[in-house]
């Protein structure tokens, strides 16, 4: 193979294994919570629940370009930095990338802030002025602060006691909505009963598992509960609930749905006043909010 040809193999190599390190990273990004940038409005500092820099690919690059190489690397900020944001004259602004590395000789980490030369390298075509007004931003985004109240460890799935959603539109605030969240009722909460035993989730939600045949040779049946409706009293007006079972056919594992014991199930929820409850931006919400709480009861030790 020619010195040229086996350069181009090479690169051809780099550009596959980083597209398969940034695919792998945008997986394991969405499975794990991740802290966000910074915010300031009007001088006050808030979390910015994004990432912004990472929504233009051409940005992305180049920002991951200029960092150093000694970077700390945590699952909780795949993007290696903490970018610095304002909002000023209904405009939003970046005004700084920080990023903590590590020193081998001193043993501790510290703090970098990424230069001007690099930062006027890569957003050159951003800048007003001496700042770099955020115009390739075209979606809304999310500002919050306080005490979390509810919390799903992927992304950014998480809420803030306050929070404020702005609507952006080339680097413009057209629109802002605040939001006070908080608990709305303090009642039952699967986050707060955890049943590890079978006995227990039969006290709490008996079911009739013998009148239905189909379960004659089953151990195991598990439930998903999720999409609860709730109103501002507590009161579960609605929810998604699936009874699952499963068999091995042959070298094939079949899983089979239980409707009539999905629904006696759905009658317990139902039954069961206040549900905890929050308000989150404007809606009451239950406290596993987009997410499904799973139960798995123990048909062979109940039989004992």
């Given at each position: 193979?020619?010195?040229?040809?086996?350069?181009?193999?090479?690169?051809?190599?780099?550009?596959?294994?980083?597209?398969?390190?940034?695919?792998?990273?945008?997986?394991?990004?969405?499975?794990?919570?991740?802290?966000?940038?910074?915010?300031?409005?009007?001088?006050?500092?808030?979390?910015?629940?994004?990432?912004?820099?990472?929504?233009?690919?051409?940005?992305?690059?180049?920002?991951?370009?200029?960092?150093?190489?000694?970077?700390?690397?945590?699952?909780?900020?795949?993007?290696?930095?903490?970018?610095?944001?304002?909002?000023?004259?209904?405009?939003?602004?970046?005004?700084?990338?920080?990023?903590?590395?590590?020193?081998?000789?001193?043993?501790?980490?510290?703090?970098?802030?990424?230069?001007?030369?690099?930062?006027?390298?890569?957003?050159?075509?951003?800048?007003?002025?001496?700042?770099i007004l955020a115009t390739w931003v075209d979606y809304n985004i999310r500002a919050a602060k306080?005490?979390?109240?509810?919390?799903?460890?992927?992304?950014?799935?998480?809420?803030?006691?306050?929070?404020?959603?702005?609507?952006?539109?080339k680097g413009m605030i057209t629109d802002c909505k605040s939001y006070h969240n908080r608990v709305?009722?303090?009642?039952?909460?699967?986050?707060?009963?955890?049943?590890?035993?079978?006995?227990?989730?039969?006290?709490?939600?008996?079911?009739?598992?013998?009148?239905?045949?189909?379960?004659?040779?089953?151990?195991?049946?598990?439930?998903?509960?999720?999409?609860?409706?709730?109103?501002?009293?507590?009161?579960?007006?609605?929810?998604?609930?699936?009874?699952?079972?499963?068999?091995?056919?042959?070298?094939?594992?079949?899983?089979?749905?239980?409707?009539?014991?999905?629904?006696?199930?759905?009658?317990?929820?139902?039954?069961?006043?206040?549900?905890?409850?929050?308000?989150?931006?404007?809606?009451?919400?239950?406290?596993?909010?987009?997410?499904?709480?799973?139960?798995?009861?123990?048909?062979?030790?109940?039989?004992?």
């Amino acid at each position: 193979m020619s010195k040229e040809s086996t350069i181009t193999a090479h690169r051809t190599m780099r550009k596959v294994i980083i597209l398969l390190y940034a695919f792998a990273l945008s997986v394991v990004a969405f499975a794990t919570g991740q802290e966000g940038d910074v915010i300031y409005i009007n001088g006050e500092k808030w979390f910015l629940l994004a990432k912004p820099i990472g929504s233009d690919s051409i940005l992305r690059r180049g920002v991951d370009s200029i960092l150093p190489e000694n970077r700390d690397e945590v699952t909780s900020n795949w993007s290696g930095y903490t970018a610095y944001w304002s909002i000023y004259n209904k405009q939003l602004f970046l005004d700084s990338i920080l990023v903590e590395c590590y020193s081998e000789v001193a043993k501790k980490d510290y703090t970098v802030r990424i230069p001007t030369a690099d930062m006027q390298r890569v957003f050159k075509n951003y800048y007003k002025k001496k700042n770099i007004l955020a115009t390739w931003v075209d979606y809304n985004i999310r500002a919050a602060k306080g005490p979390i109240l509810y919390y799903e460890h992927m992304g950014y799935e998480r809420n803030h006691e306050y929070e404020q959603i702005f609507t952006i539109k080339k680097g413009m605030i057209t629109d802002c909505k605040s939001y006070h969240n908080r608990v709305a009722v303090n009642g039952f909460s699967f986050k707060k009963n955890l049943y590890e035993e079978s006995s227990a989730i039969a006290l709490e939600f008996p079911l009739h598992f013998e009148n239905y045949p189909e379960l004659a040779d089953v151990k195991i049946v598990k439930f998903s509960v999720g999409k609860l409706q709730l109103n501002s009293l507590g009161q579960l007006l609605d929810c998604k609930v699936k009874a699952t079972i499963s068999r091995k056919e042959g070298d094939e594992r079949k899983y089979i749905e239980i409707e009539g014991l999905a629904k006696e199930m759905k009658e317990k929820l139902m039954e069961i006043f206040p549900w905890r409850t929050l308000f989150i931006n404007g809606e009451y919400v239950s406290d596993i909010k987009n997410s499904s709480y799973f139960i798995r009861y123990n048909i062979e030790k109940l039989r004992k």
